[in-house]
């Protein structure tokens, strides 16, 4: 489709999911125009003027010298928002595949990938490539972890801050330092905490179960208090119902009485854990108004590689499941890997999916396309007929988790940074991969060409 190069068109007969609809004050659509429950979609024609949305109209009457584009009924969302990435792993496979496909080897791997390569240079230009991937695609805002131990943080930052400003305008970028929560125990922690703020980021880290654990927490915590910065953590990525650190995280925001957002990701836990453990969780979560960001196709890569989690998900003694599994040369995994996505949606808590990582050890595919994410989570998390409900999930939740209430949403007077795709419905969106979307950032339609895989190829024999 040609999108009128004027500024002033409309876009007629459009289908947008009613979820991720802003009304204006006083404005209203009407429930009648509500397509059926199944697909909660409204039918509207989209007013643009210079570079805004300027009206939602049903049936709109459009003068004849006023250019107009005919969706027949394509869905038109906002901009996507990518809440959780890892830009600085990015696109390292063709140098440090992951074989083994094991959360350990990935860690390993990056570890000895990291000491091998990341200078400025190589970390700038492929974290350029994911950023590039990003906006084709129709990403609006990303959040990028940052390994930071060791002296990392001080070039990749550099690095970050350097991308921030070149990508202003075009998409909102954001830092959150990744480390062990014990880093924050010595004086490298405050250092780093400083490089965060400075940096405008969000303070982060991996919490993981030990007798100093609430200590670690209550150190970072004081850190970001006294900086004002929010937090965001990788808590309890694995099978094992004995790690709880999402708990002891809702326990300290309300200890501390935090006013800072703060954002858990993966979780994956809490979906082996029994019942009533489950709801403690959930009951603090809600109550320190914590969001939850899920990473389904990562998690669905990593996790249940280890025989030794089998024995959470299957009835049989885990002797009868090695014994079984010693006979075969690999093994199927048992377990999706995904937290309690609906769960925590249905009590109340802020519920999103996202990237993770893209071409790495700990992930070897991904193009940075939030659509992808979405499709798979659909799949993966059984999402079901509520697709309208979790559109929500990879824009407006994560949005409002990042602090952009203008982002991720649609409606009069917002920025047109639109996504137009040619599926009808969800049944369709769902089934084809959309390569063909149109994105429109202030109401110009921008070029969607991704990057060649190429630009990278020097770095793989570096």
């Known amino acids: 489709m040609k999108i009128p190069g004027a500024s002033h068109y409309w876009l007629k007969n459009a289908h947008v999911p009613s979820t991720l609809i802003q009304l204006a004050d006083g404005e209203t659509l009407g429930e009648s125009e509500l397509l059926n429950p199944i697909e909660p979609l409204l039918l509207l024609d989209i007013e643009i003027r210079d570079g805004v949305i300027h009206s939602l109209q049903q049936s709109a009457t459009v003068p004849d010298e006023i250019p107009s584009v005919d969706l027949q009924r394509g869905m038109v969302w906002p901009c996507f928002v990518d809440l959780h990435t890892h830009l600085d792993k990015g696109h390292t496979w063709g140098r440090s595949p992951n074989l083994a496909g094991t959360f350990d080897s990935a860690l390993a791997l990056v570890s000895s990938d990291r000491e091998k390569h990341w200078d400025a240079e190589d970390v700038y230009r492929r974290m350029e490539f994911g950023l590039k991937c990003s906006y084709a695609h129709g990403t609006r805002a990303l959040r990028t972890h940052i390994d930071s131990a060791n002296g990392q943080a001080k070039i990749s930052l550099e690095v970050f801050k350097a991308l921030k400003a070149e990508w202003q305008g075009r998409l909102e970028l954001q830092a959150v330092s990744l480390v062990p929560l014990d880093y924050f125990m010595g004086a490298e922690g ?27 927490i209550d150190r970072v915590f004081e850190l970001a208090g006294d900086r004002q910065l929010n937090l965001d953590f990788h808590t309890d990525e ?52 914590i969001g939850i960001v899920s990473l389904p196709m990562c998690n669905l890569y990593l996790q249940d590689r280890n025989q030794q989690t089998s024995q959470h998900f299957l009835y049989a003694p885990l002797e009868q499941q090695l014994a079984f599994n010693s006979k075969f040369p690999s093994r199927t995994p048992r ?17 999103a999916v996202a990237s993770d990582n893209c071409r790495d050890p700990f992930h070897a595919f991904g193009d940075h396309d939030v659509l992808e994410v979405f499709t798979q989570s659909a799949k993966i998390a059984h999402f079901n007929a509520a697709y309208g409900d979790w559109c929500t999930a990879v824009t407006t939740t994560p949005a409002d988790l990042m602090g952009f209430p203008t982002i991720g949403r649609i409606g009069t007077g917002l920025p047109a940074d639109l996504i137009l795709f040619r599926g009808r419905y969800f049944s369709e969106l769902l089934s084809r991969s959309q390569h063909d979307r149109v994105v429109l950032r202030q109401g110009k339609a921008i070029d969607t060409a991704l990057p060649d895989y190429a630009e990278l190829d020097d770095l793989l024999v570096k």
């Open 335 to 351: 377990w999706r890997g995904v937290t309690l996505l609906h769960e925590l949606k249905h009590s109340g808590v802020p519920t």
């Open 238 to 289: 694995s099978g094992n119902p004995a790690d709880i650190t999402l708990r002891h995280i809702a326990a300290a925001t309300l200890r501390h009485e935090f006013t800072g957002q703060v954002v858990c990701g993966h979780c994956c836990s809490l979906s082996v854990q029994p019942a009533e453990e489950v709801q403690k969780t959930i009951d603090l979560v809600k109550q320190a108004r």
């Open 190 to 216: 405050e250092v780093l905490a400083n490089q965060i703020a400075e940096a405008g980021g969000c303070l982060g880290g991996l919490p993981l179960m030990n007798e100093d654990l609430e200590r670690q």
